[in-house]
Nanobody, 124 residues
Framework: QVQLVESGGGLVQAGGSLRLSCAASGGTFRTYAMGWFRQAPGKEREFVALITFSGGISNYADSVKGRFTISRDNAKNTVYLQMNSLKSEDTADYYC?????????????????WGQGTQVTVSS
C-alpha cells in the first residue's frame, strides 16, 4: 500500500509560479510511474503530467506543455510539479497518483494509488 501526500498548493496571481510536491511512503517508490491530475469545480479529473519510474520519460497535457515540469527524486520518495506562467484556467485541485505501469498512463484508470489533493487557485 502506497500513501501519497501532496503539498505546495495555494493562491497565486496569474503569471506566477508554484511547486507542488507529493511525498510517498509505504511502498517501493522507484518502481512506480507517477502522474499529476487536476479537477476543476464541475469538471472531470484530467491528466496533467506523468513521469516514468526511472524519471527518464515525461509527458504533458497540451494545455500545460512548456509551462509545467514534472520531476522526481527517488532518494526522497517525492515527485514534483513545477508550474510556471500560471493561468486562471489552471485553477483546480491537483492530485498525484502512482501507477504500477512503469510507463504510467494518460488515464486516471491506470493509477493504483492517489493522494488527497492540494488546491491551486490562480487569480486573474
Amino acid at each position: 500500500q502506497v500513501q501519497l501526500v501532496e503539498s505546495g498548493g495555494g493562491l497565486v496571481q496569474a503569471g506566477g509560479s508554484l511547486r507542488l510536491s507529493c511525498a510517498a511512503s509505504g511502498g517501493t517508490f522507484r518502481t512506480y510511474a507517477m502522474g499529476w491530475f487536476r479537477q476543476a469545480p464541475g469538471k472531470e479529473r484530467e491528466f496533467v503530467a506523468l513521469i516514468t519510474f526511472s524519471g527518464g520519460i515525461s509527458n504533458y497535457a497540451d494545455s500545460v506543455k512548456g509551462r509545467f515540469t514534472i520531476s522526481r527524486d527517488n532518494a526522497k520518495n517525492t515527485v514534483y510539479l513545477q508550474m510556471n506562467s500560471l493561468k486562471s484556467e489552471d485553477t483546480a485541485d491537483y492530485y498525484c497518483a502512482a501507477s504500477r505501469l512503469q510507463s504510467g498512463s494518460f488515464s486516471a484508470r491506470g493509477y493504483d494509488y492517489w493522494g488527497q489533493g492540494t488546491q491551486v487557485t490562480v487569480s486573474s
